[in-house]
């Protein structure tokens, strides 16, 4: 059975495996092509024992390289007020890096 273990970034949890590939909020000074470690483990099943942190796992490390580093699609903002002519119209689009998981220590 492969490997999983549940992590945490930027605020969000994801649950990973060997060669997954994800898309997390936006890693501040990183680039593509840098690997990258999170060490905020908050579970780790081999397949025999499950390990579950409190919040953490302090010993293990799952390591992974940015492969891309963009924006998402475009999401409409509208404000809207009725009966006085106010309507505000824009978007955003959400950062975001996609990487790959390398290794599960």
């Not at 909020?25 to 999170?38: C, I, R």
Request: with cysteine; charged share 30%; proline share 3%.
């Amino acid at each position: 059975m492969a490997v999983f273990a549940v992590i945490e970034t930027g605020g969000k949890q994801y649950g990973v495996s060997g060669d997954d590939r994800i898309e997390v909020e936006l890693l501040a000074g990183y680039k593509e092509g840098d690997s990258v470690t999170f060490d905020k483990v908050l579970l780790f099943d081999d397949g025999t024992t499950t390990e579950i942190g409190a919040p953490y796992l302090t010993k293990k490390k799952i390591s992974g390289v940015i492969e891309t580093v963009g924006k998402k699609r475009k999401i409409p903002v509208i404000r809207f007020r009725s009966k006085s002519r106010h309507r505000r119209h824009y978007g955003h689009r959400q950062p975001f890096c996609r990487v790959r998981i390398t290794e599960i220590v």
